[in-house]
């Protein structure tokens, strides 16, 4: 039997900017620092780059209607920072009134918006004057958040300030696989404060516009949040090692936010390090303006160890398996070793009850935690059109199948969760690894971007259209919901 949802649960799929919509150059729209970091000999795998991507741009209608035949509530996607302010300060009408057609299509289509301001892409002009590690920035991205609501707040209702902070700040400016590519700790922990900044500078403008316009709106910010398991649960290095993993990748983030204040123990590991030279007094007041609901992006947990990796270690995507370039401030000698579960085309590790642990322990966690939305989960595996012109992916339905599971057993538990978003609804440009890994529910031919929707997104149709209270027995989508 499939398991039941709470009336009103939103389910959608996700994408961004720089991953779909190609047309980097056109209408006024300049470099952001993937399109200018893709230019670095070795940055992404085979030389790809976001110049094209799958042409989003030009064929937004067509995706609009993909998304309503699947009968998707919400689509989550970005605006793209270097196509509304391009070079860093002057606003870009065209660039605009591109998500304005977008917008007013999914509306069309009876689809909610559900907008992000920074998935990642960063006008380069601003990164040519420190990007986020000058606090300058802060005030630039209010302007960009004020501007495109704006344009948009009268018929966008959900905002999301950033997309998972942790990868454009510390995999960034660390770890440097990720634009801009630097290995620089104290740039890395500066980016991580601005960014935090600015998220809690643009909740409280846009809160302000709405409520003078007495609009409904709803404001929060999306973290990719781990499980940090320990290798050996009796093994005291191992132990240290997932504290440590805990407070840099997910309590550095949500504890300014939901308490106020960066966790004490996070301080002392990242001790001399610059964290403490940049913040500024008044400055976690802004940051912890409160949120209406928190998105949670989970793919995967993280088995961590404080000991060297064993002989027999099988690299993964993993940042830490890169040598010296973990973006892990102040506790680089933490590895991830693998725990021999099944792994996807990212080698990330399958282990669907993480999903259920992750929610539940929020909730347990945190006295201030708004409602949750898991806002991208997913999986890459290596697709094929078949000559029958279907795309069979068992493995991705079983992954996506498993999680929603999770999610409706974590809601059984208590957690507060509201929607579910599968990342993504295209194959797309997957940052560093180009075109390579491709995370579509729909197929994308990169020669004729001719969209074709995977058996996964025929199932996850169905279970849509069997979580509706009323349609699940009227929907001839595509018949039995446990398929
Ligand atoms: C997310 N990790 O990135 C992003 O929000 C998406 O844009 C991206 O395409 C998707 O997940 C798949 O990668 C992540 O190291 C990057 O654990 C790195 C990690 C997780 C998510």
């Not at 900044?197 to 403008?205: K, Q």
Request: glycine share 8%.
């Amino acid at each position: 039997m499939a398991r039941t949802f709470p009336d009103g649960f939103l389910w959608g799929s996700a994408t961004a900017a720089a991953q779909i919509e190609g047309a980097a150059h056109e209408d006024g729209k300049l470099d952001s620092i993937w399109d200018a970091y893709a230019r670095v000999p070795g940055a992404v795998a085979n030389g790809d780059t976001p110049e094209r991507a799958v042409d989003h741009y030009h064929r937004y209608r067509e995706d609009v209607a993909l998304m309503r035949d699947l009968g998707l509530d919400s689509y989550r996607f970005s605006t793209s920072w270097a196509r509304v302010v391009p070079d860093g300060r002057t606003v870009n009408a065209a660039g605009l009134d591109f998500y304005s057609r977008l917008v007013d299509e999914l509306l069309e289509a009876g689809i909610l918006p559900w907008l992000t301001l920074y998935h990642w892409d960063l006008p380069q002009a601003l990164q040519e004057q420190g990007g986020w590690a000058n606090r300058d920035v802060v005030a630039r991205f209010a302007d960009y958040a004020e501007a495109t609501y704006a344009a948009l707040g009268d018929r966008v209702s959900h905002w999301t300030t950033f997309n998972e902070p942790f990868c454009s700040s510390l995999i960034g400016h660390v770890g440097g696989e990720h634009a801009p590519g630097l290995n620089d700790p104290r740039a890395g922990l500066a980016a991580v404060h601005h960014q935090h900044l600015a998220h809690g500078t643009a909740v409280s403008l846009l809160r302000e516009r709405a409520d003078a316009s007495g609009r409904e709106i709803e404001l929060g910010i999306t973290l990719n949040l781990t499980n940090a398991v320990p290798l050996n649960p009796h093994d005291l290095a191992d132990v240290e090692a997932a504290r440590r993993i805990d407070a840099i990748w997910n309590r550095m983030y949500l504890d300014p936010m939901l308490r106020g204040a960066y966790p004490a123990d996070l301080l002392d590991d990242v001790r001399g390090q610059g964290l403490d030279d940049v913040i500024e007094p008044g400055d976690l007041e802004v940051i912890s303006a409160p949120i209406d609901f928190l998105g949670v992006n989970h793919y995967h947990d993280d088995c961590v160890s404080g000991r060297p990796l064993p002989a027999d270690h099988v690299p993964s995507a993993k940042p830490t398996d890169k040598p010296g370039r973990s973006p892990f401030v102040g506790s680089e000698y933490v590895t991830m070793p693998w725990r021999g579960l099944p792994r996807t085309a990212m080698d990330w590790e399958v282990h669907p009850a993480g999903l259920r642990t992750l929610l539940v322990r929020l909730g347990e966690e945190y006295e201030h935690l708004p409602p949750l939305y898991v806002t991208e989960n997913g999986a890459a595996y290596d697709d094929e059109v078949s000559a029958d012109g279907a795309v069979h992916d068992p493995e991705r339905t079983a992954y996506i199948e498993a999680h929603v599971d999770a999610v409706a057993d974590a809601i059984a538990d208590g957690a507060d969760v509201r929607g579910y978003f599968v990342w993504s609804l295209l194959d797309n440009f997957e940052w560093a690894w180009g075109y390579d890994k491709r995370f579509g529910i729909v197929h994308v031919d990169y020669e004729t971007m001719v969209r074709t929707p995977k058996d996964s997104a025929l199932w996850y149709a169905r279970r849509i259209a069997a979580s509706r209270p009323v349609a699940a027995s009227a929907s001839t989508v595509g018949g039995n919901p446990a398929d």
